[in-house]
């Protein structure tokens, strides 16, 4: 497979675009023009035109200056399409800026064949406003030192599209379990306590939609999990000009190794559903019998759109990191709390669960 660094020239003036979060089209910041996808991709394509083609692969992926990247172990090296100089990247990096003059580049190679995403979501917040809402969020969390955020604090800005697994599933689900229902009443001077023990029998069909997993060990996979979920109406069909002026990685966790963690989590989800069909009333819920039967998979490969932050306080030695959304805004990390209190990294479930039931008879045990 060729490896190639592609810069998406403006077609007015040859500077490199960039894709712009706020308007959702591609700008040049040299000539200021802006263009939709489609003048870019078709500028592109009669720039690439004059180089020769590849049939695997579509027009506007090739580049107009084609370089193979020379693989020294981890890092790879690559020339910069518009000043030639050396662009030095690891194993996963699929979209960078040149150092030295700035401009974006793609390395569109490491995203084609079965590596190119089915979708990507682009980014909808822009650096300035990412900037905005970071600082915000963090100076409404109580607890936190009152001189600790500031602009100038801020170390690492950077825009990331992260590779993530997306997997759809149906499955026929069941679920044995007992519990109790405790009834308690007085008669004159003697209380009574009943208790039932039930057998609880559920079974149905399950829909566990949007699971995401993050598809990259080098990522800090706390941080890449906390900004979900993302909202699937906005899914594009993935061209490598989304990243074009954006950072942006591969994936190196391929679908077998992410396979035991979503079987577990295919679980707890189905578990769920369920349980949360049982009357509140009822106690020591027990599952003692649980089926995911006749599993339907479907895996998407994605890119998601984050924000990721250094910062440094004033005076401490410590880097925080943190991720924001790029496409929502739910910012999370770990910031200094007074009193030694750590905040919760956000949780929740990610993942739209729907479930058609089948209700089990009530058996009194
Ligand atoms: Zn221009
Ligand atoms: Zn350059």
């Excluded at 003048?39 to 020769?52: F, G, K, L, M, N």
């Excluded at 379990?177 to 009834?183: G, K, L, M, Q, S």
């Excluded at 979900?228 to 990243?243: A, C, G, V």
């Amino acid at each position: 497979m060729m490896d190639t660094a592609t810069t998406y020239k403006c077609p007015s003036c040859g500077a490199g675009l960039t894709f712009d979060p706020e308007s959702q089209t591609f700008h040049c910041e040299y000539c200021g023009s802006s263009f939709t996808q489609e003048e870019a991709r078709q500028a592109q394509d009669s720039a690439a035109a004059e180089v020769e083609k590849s049939p695997e692969e579509p027009a506007a992926e090739q580049a107009e200056a084609q370089d193979q990247g020379q693989q020294t172990e981890e890092m790879t090296v690559y020339h910069c399409p518009s000043c030639g100089a050396e662009i030095v990247t690891d194993a996963t990096t699929a979209a960078t800026q040149c150092f030295y003059c700035h401009n974006p580049v793609v390395l569109s190679g490491r995203l084609s064949g079965e590596f190119r995403p089915e979708y990507v979501i682009p980014f909808a917040i822009p650096k300035e406003e990412a900037e905005k809402r970071f600082l915000h969020w963090a100076r409404s969390k109580r607890f936190v030192p009152r001189d600790f955020f500031h602009k100038s604090r801020i170390q690492k800005l950077s825009g990331v599209y992260f590779p993530y697994w997306m997997v759809d599933c149906k499955l026929d689900g069941a679920m044995e379990a007992t519990a109790n229902r405790v009834r308690v009443w007085r008669t004159g001077n003697t209380e009574y306590t009943e208790t039932s023990r039930y057998r609880i029998v559920r079974g149905g069909k399950v829909n566990l939609n949007e699971m995401l997993k993050p598809a990259l060990k080098k990522a800090d996979q706390k941080l890449v999990e906390s900004v979900l979920p993302f909202e699937r109406k906005e899914m594009k069909d993935f061209t490598p000009l989304y990243l074009t002026g954006f950072q942006a990685e591969k994936r190196d966790v391929e679908r077998e190794e992410a396979q035991p963690a979503l079987e577990q989590q295919i679980k707890n989800y189905t578990e769920q559903l369920f349980r949360d069909t049982i009357p509140g009333d009822m106690v020591a819920v027990n599952v003692t019998h649980l089926e995911t039967n006749n599993q339907d998979q479907k895996w998407q490969y994605l890119l998601l759109p984050v924000w990721t932050f250094t910062y440094r306080p004033k005076g401490e030695d410590k880097t925080y990191f943190y991720a924001m959304n790029g496409q929502t805004g739910k910012v999370c990390g770990e910031l200094p709390i007074h009193y030694g209190r750590l905040a919760a990294f956000c949780g929740g479930i990610y993942g739209i669960l729907a479930l058609l039931l089948f209700f089990g008879r009530w058996l009194l045990g």
